[in-house]
Every structure is written in structure tokens, then in C-alpha cells.
């Protein structure tokens, strides 16, 4: 690999990779770096709506889909059916790796097990895992590596609103897909039962400035035993969810899914929002003029998650009555289910 190149792609999520393929398919000389020695896997439920992604990728990496999506709280349950699947699951694993190779094919250089040690505006250090160093200049830094972003923080920028996801993958098939709403259980989050092909996947979801990691874990431990899931405490995941949005383009450095804080603040949905910012990002770089409207999209629906969020912080007594509501206006199909989702 050239000790230049056009662009620099940091962090190998769906977000960098979609980004480093379509920039490598226009001729671009692109490199990403990840971090971690295996594309993939991530702390994740490992659902895809129906509007997002699920017509966007493969067959064969779809698990299970559902038409039926089961909304439970304190006082109510609610199917919400629809014709095709609202939402499937799909593997992190399988779908970093599918993307990887679309990635290779394209002519993207990918360097696993290379971190980025310290970030200046035209070059970076890298380290690799047998700790060698090399400096490597780009023209173009993209920043996709999550939601402890090494590039925002290069860019000053703070994060002030930030989820948690706590996931446990138990050996088992589950007849249904289930959102358990619940203010004395997980706050003005939720609690999930996502079901895979042979595993199932029990979690939840919270903004950190409602509930603790700590807190949360506990209760999720609760709530699963009261549902006979026996969780495992040390075997239980926790992935954070950046939703603190303040732009993709700052010059020459832009920043796409988690780091740019583009995830639901309400759900915690970040494949969606990370594919399409990376695919925006690499057509802006490419063209300065391109209008970029499905940024815009996806940019308007996540600042109506956020005030969703910001609103039940400001009246958290309020929570559970408007939980119930929520339930009520989708039983009686006034709310369609896709306000919970990202996709337009």
C-alpha cells in the first residue's frame, strides 16, 4: 500500500465499509483500518426493517422475519401485523463479512488489527498488532469507528447523549418477535426478544442519563428470569449508541453512523443509519455538489427520535401513561410502527 492515498476510512462497521466500497468503485484509492483482528461481530440485536435493509441485502444473510411485532407494556399487548416482515434478524458476523468482501472485490485495502494512534489533519500513525508503526497521509478522513470515536474526539466535537445496549445470545428457537415496554423495568427504554435462526437474542435498550449501565444490567437480569431466561452475567454484552448528532462534514474529515451520532436515540437502530450516512458520505466526497437527500432524510427522522427522547426525559413521571398511549395509537393503527424506525 502507498504511503499516500486519497482516502483514509477508520473503523470497518457497516458505515466504513459501505463508504470504502462505493469510493473504491469509482476509482478511488481507498484504505480502513479497524482495529480488531475479525470483521463483524459487534454488540448488536441484529434486527433490519422492512423500509431499511431488508430488501437491500442478500437472502441468504436474512435469519428470520416477522410480520407480527408483539409491543407489551405494563397494561397491554399489542400485534402489530402487516403483510411482509416489519423487521428481520440478521447476523453482525455474517453481514460484516459479506461487506468486507464486497469491499476487497472493489479494490479497498483493508488493514485489521491496526489502530490509529494519533490523528494530525493530513496524516495518521498507525500501529498494528505486532506493534510496528507507519505514518500514512490521505487527502480525506472518514470517521466510522463507533461511538467512542477516536476522529470525533480529534474534532473536538463532545457527546452529550449517548444509549446503552445490553444483549445476552441464548441457544434456542422463540416463536415471536417482542418489544417490552416497561418505565419501571428499563425507563423510557425497552426490553427485546429478538429471535435468530438457532440462538435468541434478550437485551435492552436506555438513554444513559435515565438509567446506569449498572441498573440496567440488573434488571434485565430480572425481567429475563421472570420470562424463564436465564441469563448469564458475564456472558451478557454492552454496546453504547452514540445519537448526539452534530453533522458529517467538517472539511476535509467527515464522520458517518455511530460517530457522527446519527444511531435512534429512541431504539438504538444503528446499521441502517451507519449504511446510509457511509454511502452519503462517499457520493459528497466524491462530487461537492451532490445534494445529498437521503442524509437529509435520515437526519430528519433522527431529530424526531431525539425530541421523542428529550421529551420523556423532561416528564419521566409521564413516562408510563405515555408508553400506554403509544400502545393504544398502535393497537388502533392511528401511529404506524415505522415511526419506530429510521428508515423514511
Known sequence: MAENIDILVIGAGPGGLACATLLAQQGANVALVERKAFIGPKVCAGGITWGGLIKHVPPGLIERGFPQQHVITRLQRVV??????????ISRERLGQWMADQAREAGVTILTQTRALALEKHRVILETGARSRRTLGFDHLVGADGSHSLVRRFLGLPTTAMGIGLNCMLPGRHPQMEWHLHTGRFGYGYGWIFPHAEVVSIGAYGDVNNL??????????????????QLDPAAMRAGWVNFDYRGVRF????????AAGLASGLTGEGIYPALVSGQAVARMILDPKYPATELIGLANKHRRHRRIVDLAAR??????????????LLRLKILDFRILEMAE
Not at 402489530?80 to 434478524?89: K, M, S
Not at 446506569?212 to 431466561?229: D, P, T, Y
Not at 413521571?317 to 400506554?324: A, K, N, V
Open 212 to 229: 446506569s449501565a449498572r441498573v440496567l444490567k440488573q434488571r434485565l437480569l430480572s425481567w429475563a428470569a421472570e420470562r424463564g431466561f
Open 80 to 89: 402489530v401485523a402487516e403483510t411482509n416482515p416489519i423487521i428481520a434478524t
Open 315 to 328: 416528564q419521566r413521571p409521564l413516562c408510563g401513561l405515555m408508553l400506554e398511549i403509544l400502545a393504544v
Open 251 to 258: 472539511d476535509r474529515t467527515w464522520l458517518v453512523g455511530d
